[in-house]
C-alpha cells in the first residue's frame, strides 16, 4: 500500500491565490523529503530538498519565496505555492526517505513517491 | 554538465522483448533507478543498480556500467498494461537527491 499520502491530488485555484500541498509519510519517519515538479511529457524536475526541523534547499531557479517548503515533523512536509499564477500550473510530487526504513537498506532505499497533485491556475 | 539521456519513444508488441537504454553524465553517482509511471500518476520504484551487472526482477531486468556510464531496462513478455513512461533517475548524493531522464515513452501494441 502507499506509504506516502499526498493531498490533494488535484486544486483548481484562482491567479493570485496561494495553494497548500501536503505529503505525509505513513509508516516511517521522513528525515529528508523531496519536492519536484512535472510539465506535460516532461520530467520530473527537483525543486528542493527539505530535512526535518531545517530550512530546504532550493535548486538553482526555483523561488523559494514563491515555493514555500515546510517540514517541522519526521511525517509531514508542505509545499505552498504562493500567489500562484497560470504558468504555476504542472504536477507536483513529493518524495521521501527515512532512517528506518527497513524494508530496504537504508543508503540504498528507493524514495518513496506520493501520488502527485495536480495544480492547475485560472 | 549533467546529462541524463534516454529515447524518447519506443513502440513494441505484446509478447516482445524491449530494451531502454541509458546514458549519464553526472557529478557523482550512488546508484541509478528506474521508474515506471503512467500517465497523471506518481513513479512506481522499478529496480535499483548501484554496482555493475545485471538485476532481474521476473519480466523487468536492469543492467548497470559505470566505467561506461550505461544502464539499460529490459521489459520482457509485454504486456499492454506495460505502456507507459519509464524513468532513468540517478542518484547523485547519498541523501537520495535524485536527476531523472525526460523518460521513455513505450508503447505496447497489439
Known amino acids: 500500500g502507499a506509504v506516502v499520502s499526498q493531498h490533494p491530488s488535484r486544486v483548481i485555484c484562482k491567479s493570485g491565490t496561494s495553494v497548500k500541498i501536503e505529503c505525509r509519510s505513513l509508516?516511517?519517519?521522513?528525515?529528508?523529503m523531496f519536492w519536484y515538479r512535472q510539465f506535460p511529457k516532461q520530467s520530473l524536475m527537483l525543486m528542493a530538498t527539505?530535512?526535518?526541523?531545517?530550512?530546504?534547499?532550493?535548486e538553482q531557479g526555483v523561488e523559494k519565496d514563491k515555493f514555500l517548503i515546510n517540514h517541522a515533523s519526521l511525517t509531514l512536509s508542505t509545499l505552498t505555492v504562493t500567489s500562484a499564477h497560470p504558468e504555476d500550473s504542472s504536477f507536483y510530487i513529493c518524495?521521501?526517505?527515512?532512517?528506518?526504513?527497513?524494508?530496504?537498506?537504508?543508503?540504498?532505499?528507493?524514495?518513496?513517491f506520493g501520488n502527485g497533485t495536480r495544480l492547475t491556475v485560472t | 554538465g549533467q546529462n541524463i539521456d534516454q529515447p524518447t519513444e519506443m513502440t513494441a508488441t505484446e509478447g516482445a522483448i524491449v530494451q531502454i537504454n541509458c546514458t549519464y553524465q553526472?557529478?557523482?553517482?550512488?546508484?541509478l533507478f528506474w521508474y515506471q509511471q503512467h500517465a497523471g500518476e506518481a513513479p512506481t520504484f522499478l529496480s535499483y543498480?548501484?554496482?555493475?551487472g545485471l538485476e532481474e526482477k521476473g519480466r523487468f531486468s536492469s543492467f548497470l556500467s559505470r566505467s561506461k556510464g550505461y544502464s539499460y531496462l529490459l521489459l520482457k513478455e509485454l504486456q499492454m498494461k506495460d505502456s507507459a513512461s519509464y524513468l532513468c533517475?540517478?542518484?547523485?548524493?547519498?541523501?537520495?537527491?535524485?536527476?531523472f531522464g525526460a523518460g521513455t515513452q513505450v508503447v505496447v501494441t497489439p
Open positions: 518524495s521521501a526517505r527515512g532512517k528506518r526504513d527497513t524494508r530496504v537498506p537504508d543508503e540504498n532505499s528507493p524514495l518513496h
Open positions: 527539505s530535512n526535518e526541523g531545517s530550512k530546504a534547499t532550493y
Open positions: 509508516d516511517f519517519q521522513a528525515t529528508t
Open positions: 543498480n548501484v554496482l555493475d
Open positions: 533517475a540517478v542518484k547523485a548524493d547519498s541523501w537520495g537527491k535524485l536527476q
Open positions: 553526472t557529478s557523482g553517482f550512488n546508484g
